[in-house]
């Protein structure tokens, strides 16, 4: 069985990510590729517990070292239970954020460093890199705005409390942005750059023209 087709989704929070995924899961399925989608931290039951711990503001004292050790535990539970299995079956899967995101928050944002990010990543995930990164970068106070907005708006309508990277200062995500240049700059054969503050559509549209072309070659290789 040939290995099937890894794509992840990239950006700061409120970049738009979560729409433009719905809409490319809705495009491979009326071709036929319905995807397993997967988000990260969470995805998996663990990993549901992970996510919990780490983004809810009641863990405000966690260290970065915990931060970033957890979210590699979350990504090896879902490799494990849900996205090696799926490559081993041909499967096309679409991953809401990956090891660029700990590079981007961790490594950036809480300045860790790349290097310590890409050392556990060879070590804990073996390597497995994505096919194809979408990275989404609206201007950076449009994402930002639209974040904060949208995380008071979860907690007051269903009580969910994810609110602890939100509510980190501007120079943080700074940061995080700066850091998803440079993976972009670093790796533009994976990483495919979508900026400025396009439509809906538009984004969805240079999001299917790069996937498809992904899957061509997946197609010719096989
Ligand atoms: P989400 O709202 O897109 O699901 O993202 C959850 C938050 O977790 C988001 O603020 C980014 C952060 N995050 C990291 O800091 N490091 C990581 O490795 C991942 C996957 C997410």
Redesign the pocket.
């Known amino acids: 069985m040939p290995r099937g087709v890894f794509i992840t989704l990239e950006g700061l929070?409120g970049s738009g990510?979560t729409t433009q995924i719905k809409r490319l899961a809705a495009w491979l399925t009326r071709r036929g590729q319905e995807p397993v989608l997967l988000?990260?931290?969470?995805g998996t039951p663990t990993g549901d517990r992970i996510r919990e711990i780490?983004?809810s503001s009641r863990s405000s004292a966690l260290a970065p070292m915990t931060?970033m050790a957890l979210?590699f535990a979350d990504r090896a539970q879902a490799i494990a239970e849900v996205l090696q299995p799926a490559l081993d079956a041909g499967r096309v899967v679409l991953c809401?954020?990956?090891?660029d995101?700990?590079e981007a928050?961790?490594g950036g944002?809480r300045q860790l460093g790349s290097a310590a990010v890409l050392d556990l990543h060879r070590l804990i995930c073996g390597g497995l890199q994505p096919d194809l990164t979408l990275l989404l970068l609206p201007s950076f106070e449009a994402s930002l705005a639209r974040a904060r907005h949208r995380n008071k708006r979860m907690e007051t309508e269903t009580g969910t409390d994810?609110g602890r990277?939100?509510s980190e200062k501007d120079a943080f995500f700074r940061r995080v942005w700066e850091k998803y240049r440079e993976i972009a700059a670093r790796e533009p054969a994976r990483v495919v750059l979508i900026e400025g503050d396009l439509t809906i559509d538009e984004v969805h549209e240079q999001i299917v023209e790069s996937v498809a072309e992904r899957l061509l070659t997946a197609a010719q290789k096989r």
């Not at 988000?39 to 969470?42: D, E, L, M, S, Y």
């Not at 809401?96 to 090891?99: A, C, E, G, P, S």
């Open positions: 929070d990510k988000r990260q931290p969470g780490l983004l931060e979210m809401d954020r990956f090891t995101s700990t928050y961790q944002g994810e990277f939100e």
